[in-house]
């Protein structure tokens, strides 16, 4: 078989991991030691060598081992196979972590985990809809149930799926069920083990089943390393071992194979597709439906295909599919012909979305029935987890969106790590956001729905944005590509994430761009339900910034009129931002600076750290460009301390460098670490103000006074106004 027919870096998972580990190469200039592991067949050599080829801006090194590795003067990757056998780990790993060394990047293959790795990149082996594609590369026909035996006869590794494919002539695999032939220098892998198998078969069988008679050929052939015992099973070392001694097993013991091997989602039926889109897998179910009849709407769904998913449900009583469909297209309608005629304790779960869409406020949950299945629960938790986030209770939020239980659908947990995502951010909880990120990704590779993908990117890129990852967002955002079919509830978060990191880094032209797309999208289709996707206020700013002075306060307006009833405290203050500036920039400047300190207060009354770090930022500009420097520089410090909580680097440096473009410096305190504005509140009210007085004299509303000397109390360790009067003078 020619050789260039084949190759699993076209395989859609590996492709993403590859490019996954380039952005975070590029990421930064730190040298590395990536240990790509995994069983041997998996083609490990191959993965490192295809990563190698696409560092173009290194010089690439291919050594035996590293056993002839030396210091290089350039930039330099090295690829190296079976570095678990190097004896000069230590000198490599020295280097490594020398910085005064040029960036050197250990590309290196080994069978297992070594703890002296930076990074550990563990291949696992093909799944069987990644063989059913291998397959058709090489010989350009697959059926499924040939995909299921060449997967069952190769364990998965793709070195030994080759030599299936090569011990048979081509014209072989243009048979509906062709016969898997055994290369013949697998068998001489059968050896004394088949002495054992004439009389029972050993491929997979539990330890206690085992006859008492076989326990002392076992052991023996256990201690040989023929057989290995796994989870209590007795098992082959390597799937070519196993093939082989199956070939050669007499068939009266192969016939009892069956019970050990289940081969019921092998043959395609209307019955196989369902049971594969239960079990979330999607890759597989495409497969099998590719050779029946008709459509599915749920692959077409979760696909993202949106005129193909219509089409399949128009006319449809409602279902939960339907449901599902409706929140994917962003249907309030749909949604409520579900909850009112579903006629179950799901459609019941779904009134509590319709009801929030129709009437911008939270609905009561009340006294709901008790779901009926796992899957139900799951449901509650999902739709109820994002109402949750929607009205200002993240911690609830996230408590149910990550909640999980024995039985769950995988595609109904993929919506809860997309929004379970979003908590974390608004939390602030930037490490724990982005590990969902990557499990959601992983997830939703591994079983083809890539529905869920933007809402999941959109999250990845802010938080690699604010994290100083700059070429990591960027690759976020390069897989945030829609087509014109896409659903609503991927065209959305597309659109926000390309406008809201624009507008994050002030590229303020490609933010105002993004976010005009974002305008024409939901031109036709009615998206501003208070809370679920906001994103006027993002868009306000860059137009702000771009001029559009005039642009920006219709978008502002339109948004209050429909949020100005919902109630939610965080919405508000995001809002009120651009709309103060708006003010401002039209000669109302005491009236914008209230509105700001209005937004302040809002935002710290409920726990969302990353928009009120961003807020603060916004009043600091303001401030420092209305001349108000002491102020300016209290909002930039308490800016920066809940943007360095978060881990938000790169924000927290534009906090400093504010300051300093200001003339501000650092962040000066008192020898009791006030702030500025607190050392103004603190001698105001020990001179005898109240707090309505200190808000008067400096422009502040009394609730940011409150806050203010609620740290100063804290820091001199007291408890009230008369005891902050008796600690000063004590100093």
Known sequence: MPQFMLTTGLLPRRLLLRQRILA??????????????????????????????????????????????????????????????????????????????????????????????????????????????????????????TAHRLHDTSGGLSDLVRELVDAAPLDHWSQDEPAIIIPEHWERHTGEVLQVVASYPLDGAPLGELPDHLAAELDEQVAAGRLVVHSDHVRFPRPEVRAAVRSATPPGVARQLSHHLDTSGWRTSEAVVDEHIARGNLHLARIHAHHLPGDRAELRLYAGQSRATAQLLDGCPP??????????????????????????????????????????????????????????????????????????????????????????????????????????????????????????????????????????????????????????????????????????????????????????????????????????????????????????????????????????????EESAQRQQDSGILSLRARNLVPSAIIEIQRGAAARGVKMLSEAVDAITSVTMPAYEARILFEFGLVLRRMGRRSQAAEMFTRAEEVFTAMGAVTMAARCAGERRVSGLGGSRRSPQGLTPQEEQITALVVEGASNAEVARELSLSTKTVEYHLTRVYKKFGVNGRAALGTALEAI
């Open 24 to 145: 975070d190469i590029a990421s930064s200039d730190r040298s590395r030691f990536i240990l790509v592991t995994g069983p041997a067949g998996v083609n490990r050599e191959h993965f490192t060598r295809e990563l190698a080829r696409q560092l173009t801006e290194h010089q690439v090194l291919t050594l035996p081992s590293l056993s002839g590795f030396t210091p290089p003067t350039t930039p330099t990757v090295i690829v190296a196979d079976h570095v678990d056998r190097a004896t000069n780990l230590d000198e490599v790993l020295a280097v490594v972590h020398d910085p005064d060394t040029p960036q050197v990047i250990i590309l290196g293959t080994s069978t297992r985990r070594l703890a002296e790795a930076t990074d550990v990149v563990p291949l696992p082996p093909l799944t069987v809809d990644e063989v059913y594609e291998l397959v058709l590369q090489l010989v350009g026909r697959c059926t499924p149930v």
């Open 319 to 556: 279902s939960l599919l339907t449901a599902m469909h409706s929140v994917a297209r962003w249907d309030p309608r749909g949604i409520r012909e579900f909850a009112t005629h579903g006629g179950s304790h799901d459609a019941a779960t779904f009134g509590l979305l319709a009801d929030a869409l129709e009437h911008g406020t939270r609905p009561r949950v009340g006294a709901l029935p008790t779901p009926e299945t796992a899957t139900g629960q799951q449901l509650r938790d999902f739709i109820t987890g994002w109402l949750s986030l929607v009205y200002d209770d993240p911690t609830q939020a996230r408590q149910l969106l990550s909640r999980r239980r024995h039985g769950d659908s995988e595609l109904i947990g993929l919506w809860q790590s997309a929004f379970l995502a979003r908590a974390h951010y608004v939390l602030g909880e930037f490490p724990q956001a982005a590990a969902v990120v990557e499990r959601g990704l992983a997830t939703g590779d591994r079983t083809g729905t890539p529905l869920l993908e933007p809402v999941l990117l959109w999250t990845g890129a802010q938080v690699a944005a604010l994290s100083g990852q700059e070429n990591l967002s960027r690759h976020y955002l390069s897989r945030i590509a829609v087509p014109g079919d896409a659903f609503m509830i991927q065209k959305l978060p597309a659109a926000m994430g390309r406008m809201i990191v624009a507008a994050m880094v002030y590229d303020t032209r490609t933010a105002a761009t993004a976010g005009d797309n974002l305008a024409s999208i939901v031109y036709d289709t009615d998206t501003q339900q208070p809370g679920f996707w906001a994103w006027e206020d993002m868009y306000a700013l860059s137009l702000i910034r771009s001029g559009r002075v005039d642009t920006a306060a219709l978008v502002m």
